[in-house]
């Protein structure tokens, strides 16, 4: 199975500055179709996650463009450019480019300070 | 708009069974992939379960391979969770999430609210 790395577990941030998270993978996560199934993924408190990022760069519809995805081959980051309270949360990465099973990150909680 | 409502969770005892519901709108169901994700009780997200669109091709996490079975009905657009075997590891809020193909492979986009499901005596 692929695992999926991410850093740091905890990240406290102040409103108005950037944040960034990084997920790695064991394998390149290119598939045969040549593309790179890896996504982010918000989860608030007592909801269900819901997709920011996927494949590795693109904005969902309704994503702010604070967000954004970067990345290649086993090393990705999402970055946040300016933090709101409403970022507040879990970040999971995922890929879906070697399956069974499709994998997560162990999550990323960001805080407001 | 896409919409996906699980049901059917509650306590059962280790041992029993359960069969897990989500309802699917808002998109043709039969053209994308569908999964099972849980997450335990302050955890992470693990993936269950997945099968393609037709129903044709069902996947499985190994610790729960012979004891779930994935399955989805086309033409009401539900899909199923039947969970046989329990144990309290099993503990989770269990999402169903769109995968974005027919096959699998790829991402999921869409999840729904999740329904929970306590394996206790």
């Known amino acids: 199975d692929v695992v999926m790395t991410q850093s740091p577990r905890s990240l406290p941030v102040t409103l108005g500055q950037p944040a960034s998270i990084s997920c790695r993978s064991s394998q390149s996560l290119v598939y045969i179709d040549g593309n790179t199934y890896l996504g982010w993924f918000h989860q608030r408190p007592g909801q269900s996650p819901r997709r920011l990022i996927y494949q590795v760069s693109n904005r969902d519809s309704g994503v702010p463009d604070r967000f954004s995805g970067s990345g290649s081959d086993t090393d990705f980051t999402l970055k946040i450019s300016r933090v709101e309270a409403e970022d507040a949360g879990v970040y999971y990465c995922?890929?879906?480019?070697?399956?069974?099973?499709?994998?997560f990150g162990q999550g990323t909680k960001l805080e407001i300070k | 708009e896409v919409q996906l409502l699980e049901s059917g969770g509650r306590l059962v005892q280790p041992g029993g069974s359960l069969r897990l519901s989500c309802a699917a709108s808002?998109?043709?169901?039969?053209?994308?992939?569908m999964n099972w994700v849980r997450q335990a009780p302050g955890k992470g997200l693990e993936w269950v379960s997945g099968?393609?669109?037709?129903?044709?091709?069902?996947y499985y996490a190994d610790p729960v391979k012979g004891r779930f079975t994935i399955s989805r009905d086309n033409s009401k657009n539900i899909l199923y969770l039947q969970m046989s075997s329990l144990r309290a590891e099993d503990t989770a809020v269990y999402y169903c999430a769109r995968g974005i193909y027919f096959i699998m492979g790829g991402m999921v986009d869409f999840w729904g609210q999740g329904t929970l499901v306590t394996v206790s005596s």
């Open positions: 808002g998109f043709t169901f039969s053209s994308h992939a």
């Open positions: 099968i393609i669109g037709s129903g044709g091709s069902t």
């Open positions: 995922m890929q879906g480019s070697h399956w069974p099973p499709y994998t």
